[in-house]
């Protein structure tokens, strides 16, 4: 195994497995009071897959193992009534935390501490083709208004990493929750 270690870089965070599988370094360039300004990391998935297409089944594991041998198949993902997941739902997952995260960020960058922020993402498939993302988020936080939230979550919908990597019409909504001071 080879450990990159990036010049000028500070070591936020390293997470070792037993026995050593891989080591994750994640690692701020650059770092000026507390903002990230650039962050160099990979993160990896796998997938193991055995018989046909409507047959066969899949697993997938994913490099924190969360995903741990997760079942994957034909009827997870087009039919239903079996337990397991499909990449529609994992990218529906992806962009959530992404966009919320997005959104978290930029209310940190006002100085400002959501109490809440729930996001629903609802990917469309047609005809085998992914169409669109619809981001549903419901924040509560104190010190902005409902148009301000709004503005955030619509800058978030275009910049989130996610947003940004994917070709497709996506929208979303913003409820807004106020919080007294």
């Given at each position: 195994?080879?450990?990159?270690?990036?010049?000028?870089?500070?070591?936020?965070?390293?997470?070792?497995?037993?026995?050593?599988?891989y080591?994750?370094?994640?690692?701020?360039?650059?770092?000026?009071?507390?903002?990230l300004?650039?962050?160099?990391?990979?993160?990896?998935?796998?997938?193991?897959?055995?018989?046909?297409?409507?047959d066969?089944?899949?697993?997938?594991?994913?490099?924190?193992?969360?995903?741990?041998k997760?079942?994957?198949?034909?009827?997870?993902?087009?039919?239903?009534?079996?337990?397991?997941?499909?990449?529609?739902?994992?990218?529906?997952?992806?962009?959530?935390?992404?966009?919320?995260?997005?959104?978290?960020?930029?209310?940190?960058?006002k100085?400002?501490?959501?109490?809440?922020?729930?996001?629903?993402?609802?990917?469309t498939?047609?005809?085998?083709?992914?169409?669109?993302?619809?981001?549903?988020?419901t924040?509560?936080?104190?010190?902005?208004?409902?148009?301000e939230?709004?503005?955030?979550?619509?800058?978030?919908?275009?910049?989130?990493?996610?947003?940004?990597?994917?070709?497709?019409?996506?929208?979303?909504?913003?409820h807004?929750?106020?919080?007294?001071?």
């Amino acid at each position: 195994m080879v450990l990159f270690v990036e010049p000028n870089c500070q070591i936020i965070d390293r997470i070792h497995k037993i026995p050593l599988f891989y080591v994750t370094q994640l690692c701020i360039v650059n770092n000026d009071t507390n903002k990230l300004k650039e962050i160099k990391m990979k993160r990896t998935a796998k997938a193991h897959w055995a018989g046909t297409i409507k047959d066969g089944k899949g697993e997938l594991t994913t490099q924190s193992e969360i995903l741990n041998k997760t079942n994957y198949s034909f009827k997870t993902r087009f039919v239903g009534g079996e337990t397991g997941t499909n990449p529609e739902e994992l990218l529906a997952a992806a962009h959530a935390g992404c966009f919320t995260m997005a959104v978290s960020a930029a209310l940190t960058e006002k100085g400002l501490n959501p109490a809440s922020l729930d996001t629903e993402a609802t990917v469309t498939m047609e005809n085998f083709n992914i169409i669109s993302v619809h981001l549903s988020i419901t924040g509560s936080v104190s010190g902005i208004s409902a148009d301000e939230f709004e503005a955030i979550t619509k800058s978030a919908e275009q910049n989130c990493l996610i947003s940004r990597v994917l070709n497709i019409p996506i929208s979303s909504e913003a409820h807004f929750v106020s919080l007294l001071k």
